[in-house]
């Protein structure tokens, strides 16, 4: 493992359970909590230095996401061509729970957290993972549910390959963490389509039909899942709106609520609570 903060210390110990000969090495101090926990599972850690006789001895490397791909230990596995991926790829091999991604330049921690109170609301049996909550691979090795709700950052996408999120939330996208792609948008888009990579037309893709990146891309990803399109006001091709202060979902289950009786106020907030409302809905929940 590649940094030993929540996520990497959570892969850690999802190695250890899952039989691997586990290390983890972060060039900064590691904090107490993560050290008590990797010792626990009697997993061997080092901080304020990479040794490279170990880690490039590896099959395989668990990044953590604030780590950027240009620094001299992730050039050298490189070069090694040791496959390197996230916590959120790893943790992914090992569960068969329904996994809810949400991604956006802005406005994902307040849709995950909406759709993780409204799936634990209706009594699922939910976790919350990714930029918020406990770690995705700890919650597997410790504590399996049902459902894990996740907010995906650009980064952890990077090092996703075969991971499959079953409803996929792309809230917009805008320019942003641009010096990790070369200062290319392209290279930076490319990235946030990477959550729906592997997704069959079983599954769900939720998008803000207004963004102009979003609509200008869609067509080149190859994506397979049911679209969801949301909108503020009811337009061509949204099934989610809100229409005589009416917040309408038409599909896959038709379903209406006053607006005044959405949690949260606020242009932004409705678009939050349009996505929230569309991921209950694709599983079946009366929101």
Known sequence: MLGAGESGTGAAVLAKVKGFDTYVSDISI??????????????????????????LNANEVIKSPGIPNDVPIVLKLKERSIPIISEIEFAGRYTNAKMICVTGSNGKTTTTSLIYHIFKSAGLNVGLAGNIGNSLALQIAE?????????????????????????????????????????????????????????????AFIFWNDDPTIK????????????????????????????????????????????????????????????????????????
């Open 30 to 55: 590691i904090k107490n909590k993560y050290k008590e926990l990797l010792d626990k599972y009697k997993i061997g850690w080092e901080e304020g230095q990479h040794t490279e006789e170990l880690i």
């Open 143 to 203: 504590d399996c549910h049902d459902y894990y709700v996740i907010e995906l950052s650009s980064f952890q996408l990077d090092d996703m390959y075969d991971f499959r999120a079953d409803i996929a939330v792309l809230m917009n996208i805008t320019p942003d963490h641009l010096d990790r792609y070369n200062h290319n948008m392209q290279n930076y888009i490319d990235a946030k389509f990477r959550i729906t990579q592997n997704q069959t037309p079983e599954d």
């Open 216 to 287: 200008k891309e869609l067509d080149r990803h190859g994506i397979r899942a049911q679209l969801y399109p949301f909108s503020a006001v009811k337009e061509c091709g949204s099934i989610a709106y809100v229409e005589n202060n009416e917040v309408m979902i038409t599909q896959p289950i038709a379903f209406n609520m006053e607006q005044e009786q959405l949690a949260l106020t606020g242009t932004h907030n409705l678009y939050n609570s349009l996505a929230a409302g569309i991921s209950a809905n694709s599983i079946g929940l009366d929101t």
